[in-house]
């Protein structure tokens, strides 16, 4: 542990304490002391420095998606190594370091076979903020740490790299899952800030067209600057007016960034024959296939579905992309509040208001 | 042109003439006299030996899939080049070929995509017996011949290699479209003949278990011999069951060979996170994504569709299989019956009785 | 047949003949009077606007690379339909089309395995300039017309997409096959037209880190304009500044871009483990492996070699990349000359001098 | 740890200490005493009930392959768990298990990019009986143990899954990186025991023609059985009759299993435009690219190679091809012998003698 870290907290904190963000109950979560986390075999714990809020965890406020009471919420982060358990090899206190928001193991079936985010069982790739403590708090425990911290080289700033632990991954992965090819046209439903990291992976992929959807206009603005060459209004006609546009010929990849049953079934109406459909939506409640969209399963249709990845090897190629310049992602980070802010912070957040994307959460 | 088979039909049609099964409307369907169709350019007139009656034709003359008034039926057939057109080069008439029931020009976007099968637009690859007449004729006019017409050897008959132009190339497709790792275990919903080479194709492609569902036991003892490891009767408990099978695993791949809202759920309630459902059902009415199965789209599933695959590639490497022996068909083919008894046929494969699984309509 | 152009040619030819740059022996080859082609069954004429000169041009009249007597050169143009044959469908005369260096048939094993570039045989879809007369004439004929005549869009000049009928296309596939992830490291050795596209390639797929290496400090700097973050005077020591740059980790494509033992010999030793060497390069007389820097077989390394890709799909998609102003090739249009003044063309491109790189002949 | 068989050992050494196969010079190796290995973290100690002899080890006890002085040779093994070490997970002791001959830790970064076998860096993967002790021992420590210990179903006896740990990996692995499609033609060189793995593999691929080629009459008989569909006696004229047997179209994928220049040539020189060359073989020495054979680099050639791929997930996956009864590779098991007389198994297997494919060395 790094003594003088220990020794600032300790003016506020009891020793061994820290502050974190805990989930109780619908609509009832809040700053609290919790015990600082002990790195256990093959574990890490990182003085948090930066984090953020993710929409699932709107989700997870609002009693939409279960956690157990008591939880840290947030899956986003950079820190500063402060402990690392026994078996950890290579790395050392105090080292700069990000995280996936998905923490593999690396070493289970699901793993070895490439399906991290999916590591021990469904979903079991996302530990932090779901079911261990998460990263909107002093300290944060990183699980299979040996796979998952990524130092941060030094030319990039916190800032510069935060947005890549979830949402950046999460959006590329939609344009590489949907296998782009040179020249492609695509279209991304919803901009949000999943779905503009999909814009931009698209024209990260060497998209040609990318045609950019959302109901707010402030959005499509910042769309236009992430690569996109064209911009809808969200409404009824855009499924018409994206086949006018590729001449009814329909679109190579649709990237579905949302979740709703309106979002998916534009973007399988827009695709041409043999085209695919990548999502990286959450769904609720129902989802419906359209079979006149489908061809009724024979137009060589695929719909692929992806979980954002993680561990260090894929954060350490996200960090090259920003340090050598092909990557900015500052726009999306739009304000900043400090921890024991954090719920005003989650109120502009769900608000959706002053022109909110993503917030930093400066912790120390 | 042959000049001695005009002369044998001669006796029986005015010259220029042919029998052919006319579909006119629901219900209302027959053997009748037909011009004999006349190579254009790029086109081919094959004097059909062999045809089948595929599912599709069943929905055709029942009036659940929208054809043509006056259309020929069928889409599956073996036979001798009669005519060759203009731009036609390296075949010459009397050559035996067989031709793919997709007939893909290979010259279109589409074709030079890939997407042979979307030829020209959606499921435009799909013409014979569909767009145009079809194979259940004593000849047969095919589109872009030089992209279709397979040549059969000698060492193989009719009877051997009938079955690849639809049944084999779909079903083998289901198992190729799921890229089966080597060892997999794999699930096949519903053993038509369809689903039955599905599970060839699984063996083929190096699956381990391959589990077979059906609700027709005779079929599943076919499917035994085709290599299923394990055959289930279809039934409410299946997907229960399979994930039993698997230890609570789940399968790598699930083929979905029928097209209804069960068995399509089935196959993704029985799918590891990470798995890949490989459908080549053809879907009516609608369909649901039944979402706890689908993990809200953060599974990394895959949900691929496939339509034949045409071409007379394809259809020289399915015919190497039963020439080196690694497939054989033959099992399948459980009745035969003369072209002017072709209504006996429909009758009998529209009923399923007497075990049918495929009728071959034996023309000249 | 345009009527007013062929007048326009009455006025210098005899009717019927074009003027066409054509090779006689090794240095012996010029301008002079040919039979302007007809168009036969699947084929086009096309009245040539815009060609150009490749390296492969300088070894034919070199002697370097065999061809029959009389040919005439070039495989790269633009133009105006001037003549269809039968069974071509869709086009009309008088529209502005361009077809890639490669015209594969679309229709024969080869092009349905999806090998479009070895069309009928080994290196079989090259044929202009090399099997049958080529572009650098008033007139060409293209043959499989059907697959390759691409329509180029109103908004882009000819200037705009010759260069993507073979330099651009081949350049960017060495990208595509290389499987470049995101955020990936990339070499490019030589910086010829070629290998320049070849670094624009690597950035459109979404490389971080690329690497240029030539001799020439004036073709670096276009490197470095087209999207390489480092550039690299080529020479002794390259390989060991890439595998200090790279801080001892290699990187993850090696693409190679000229055909030497020496560029071949560096892409392989500056390969990380599971690399891939992707090599658009012509070799002559002899390669070797070295096989420290090969692992002995053992290093998971793959060597791919893409020659061209062709077809008016592919066209189609490179274009769209130029109207959606993702790709400038102009820079390497260095200078323009006119079809009569070919032969000093070839002297200024064969002598690499006044900073050629690519020179536009107009012809129309 | 398992208090009777340390008991039982503790009869013929001291406790605490076992027999083990240890190479200290060219020539100069044997079974001596040696401290039984402690598992430290991540670690487990397995005792050894079934090893073999590579032809790796060969070239170790010849000194062709430098290894350090004082090192337990072999890499497969099957045992029982004896030890687990801090950290690991799921596991228990007296667990009957199997590791691959490549032990990837699954979290560094080429693991983490599916690079397994260059785990750390070139060849990394490799470390039993190569940079730490092996498996020809009374106990061996497994690296890395989490993601390497799979469990031997009941069913499944020893023998029958030993020869998954290394050469039917490898020789599986050669078919699966050559990519082949349903119906390909494959040409195997050298029928060694991964030659003979890599003809099974090309079977469970689909692949149709199998020409296996050797000079062994005996290697020969036994690659039918394993699925060749020809075979060819080596020598000068092989390529010519391959050619021949594929009607000049050369084969899909060539499979080179030894590692000279002369199988490597012959695959390269069998390969048809568009083909893939998968190697498998250890080269030493100088390998040459003959350029006619390769198109110049202009035949969209790839030469892909492939070391042994190891981790847990990948043996359960071959154990499960064994228990589906789809792989038998008992006739590849020819001889046996206990872990004494393991300097007479290396002389029979070095001489190549009375019919020797592998030995299995019974330990416990």
Redesign the interface.
């Known amino acids: 542990m790094l003594p003088e870290l220990e020794e600032r907290k300790a003016k506020q904190l009891p020793r061994g304490f820290m502050r974190a963000n805990v989930f109780h109950a619908p609509g009832k979560f809040g700053i609290e002391e919790k015990a600082i986390p002990r790195a256990g ?2 574990q890490a714990v990182v003085q948090v420095r930066l984090t953020t809020i993710c929409g699932t965890d709107i989700h997870i406020i609002r009693g939409e998606y279960p956690v157990h009471e008591g939880l840290t919420i947030g899956h986003e982060a950079t820190g500063i190594i402060h402990e690392l358990g ?2 950890m090899e290579g790395y050392s206190v105090g080292q700069r370091v990000m995280t996936g928001a998905i923490t593999p ?3 289970c ?10 590591c021990g ?4 790739g996302w530990q932090l903020g779901n079911t261990i403590d998460g990263t909107q708090a002093e300290y944060v425990l990183i699980p ?1 740490a ?2 998952n911290l990524a130092l941060i080289p030094d030319a990039l700033s916190d800032e510069q790299v935060l947005l890549l632990t979830d949402i950046a991954s999460t959006g ?1 992965s939609a344009a ?1 899952s949907g296998n782009i ?5 695509v279209a991304v439903f919803a901009q949000g800030p999943i779905g503009l990291c999909a814009t931009l ?1 698209a ?4 998209a ?2 990318i045609i950019a959807v959302d109901p707010d206009p402030h959005r499509l603005e910042i769309a236009a600057k992430f690569g996109a ?1 064209v911009t809808l209004m969200a409404g009824p006609e855009v499924a018409g007016r994206i086949r006018t546009l590729t001449k009814g010929r329909g679109v190579d990849v649709a990237i579905e960034a949302l ?1 709703t049953q309106e979002t998916f079934e534009n973007a399988l109406r827009v695709l ?3 085209g695919t459909l990548s ?11 359209p ?1 006149d969209a ?14 954002c990845p993680g ?4 954060m ?6 920003v ?2 310049q ?1 990557i900015d992602l500052s726009p999306l980070l739009t304000h900043v509040f400090e921890l024991e802010d954090i719920a005003k912070a989650y109120e502009l957040f769900g608000s959706h208001g002053q022109g909110v994307l993503k917030i930093a959460i400066r912790v120390s």
Do not use: W
């Open positions: 075999n093959g026994a078996g193991c690396g070493q079936e699901a793993c070895l076979a490439g399906d991290r985010s999916q069982g469904p979903l079991g299979h040996q796979a590329f590489e090819r040179l020249g492609d046209t992976g024209r990260l992929r060497g040609s067209e060459t979740g041409r024959p043999g999502s990286v939506g959450v769904y609720s409640g129902h989802l419906k296939v079979l489908f061809g009724s399963g024979l137009e060589d249709i695929k719909i692929v579905t992806t979980l561990g260090k090897e894929r350490r190629r996200l960090m090259r992309l340090e050598s092909r």
